[in-house]
């Protein structure tokens, strides 16, 4: 395809889940220092970026199936991809980006960052930019701090805030099945919870779990099951009682595992198979205690024009 006098990008972007997630203390500028792994997983948003007339600036409009919450103007960080870009290129971008959602929001699954990560990937391209994959992490990494992973995608070690990536070794493909909240929980307000609950201890600097590194690499997804651990998980559950009885219903049916995702509330089982996640689907569906529930993979690809 000719890249000259394009008008228009779709980049697909994936979620993902925390497959650990080791909090350290809060530090001074308010942050946690992290040690997290990341999987991106085969539920998608696709972000579509026109250009428009001159004068028309940034707009941007949200359709598909998780539309509710999310700010159509300024604030959302898929509009500030583009400013951010635009002010350090220094030049002016008129465009409208359309999201069309599968990724739920607010549930820990980085939708809203993965939004920013496809904007990044698609200026890119829409205007020949050329930038080094280390240019858009750096530009993610401003704007949230999964952003850098739902760039990259596959299976990753994020640390600092988590921005800062590494490959991780992972073979096999894992399935997954989410459990989803009507309403989402604030990450900020998590974290705080965390630090609420922690008051007094003392918190070790974080670590990654080598249990978690090995049996990915071995591709052994019962071992990987019993490794995933989320240090946010019990403020997540503090926050949202009813978290608790989701996780019982996954243990209940024979999951692999179960975490909840980053800051939650999504709560994710990983299970031996298809036929065992559709199993599972249909006791959570039928228990009454989620909102929805959906299926997914992983690694998948990161942000990706299509
Ligand atoms: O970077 P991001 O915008 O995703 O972070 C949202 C909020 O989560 C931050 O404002 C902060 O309160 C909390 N956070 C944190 N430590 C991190 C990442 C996020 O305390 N490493």
Redesign the pocket.
Same mark, same amino acid.
């Given at each position: 395809m000719s890249k000259t006098n394009r008008n228009s990008v779709t980049v697909r972007v994936p979620a993902k889940v925390n497959l650990q997630l080791a909090?350290g203390p809060?530090?001074a500028d308010?942050?946690?220092? $992290?040690v997290t792994v990341f999987q991106a997983i085969s539920i998608y948003d696709d972000v579509t970026i026109t250009k428009s007339a001159p004068g028309n600036g940034i707009t941007i409009s949200i359709i598909g199936d998780h539309t509710h919450g999310v700010p159509a103007d300024a604030t959302n $960080?898929a509009v500030k991809a583009a400013q951010l870009i635009a002010d350090d290129y220094d030049f002016v971008i008129d465009a409208h980006i359309e999201v069309n959602k599968s990724i739920p929001v607010a549930g820990g699954m980085?939708g809203?960052?993965a939004d920013a990560a496809a904007v990044i990937v698609g200026v890119n391209e829409l205007y020949e930019l050329e930038m080094s994959r280390e240019e858009m992490h750096e530009f993610g990494?401003q704007?949230?701090?999964? !952003?850098p992973f739902m760039i990259s995608g596959g299976t990753a070690i994020g640390q600092?805030?988590?921005?800062q990536l590494t490959a991780a070794l992972s073979r096999g493909t894992y399935h997954w099945v989410l459990a989803l909240s009507t309403v989402g929980l /604030?990450?900020?307000? !998590?974290?705080?919870e965390c630090d609420r609950l922690r008051a007094g201890l003392d918190i070790a600097a974080p670590q990654t779990s080598d249990a978690l590194m090995q049996s990915l690499l071995a591709a052994d997804s019962k071992a990987v099951g019993q490794a995933l651990h989320n240090d946010l998980q019990s403020a997540a559950c503090s926050l949202r009682p009813a978290l608790t009885l989701v996780l019982d219903v996954g243990e209940e049916y024979g999951a692999l595992g179960s975490i909840v995702s980053g /800051?939650g509330p999504t709560v994710a089982f990983l299970v031996a198979d298809e036929d065992q996640g559709l199993d599972l689907a249909v006791a959570l569906t039928s228990s009454g205690v989620v909102g929805s529930v959906a299926r997914a993979y992983g690694p998948v690809h990161g942000a990706k024009v299509i």
């Open positions: 909090v809060r530090e308010g942050f946690h220092n $992290l $960080l980085a809203g960052s990494s704007l949230g701090s999964d !952003v600092g805030r988590g921005d /604030s990450t900020p307000a !998590v974290y705080q /800051s």
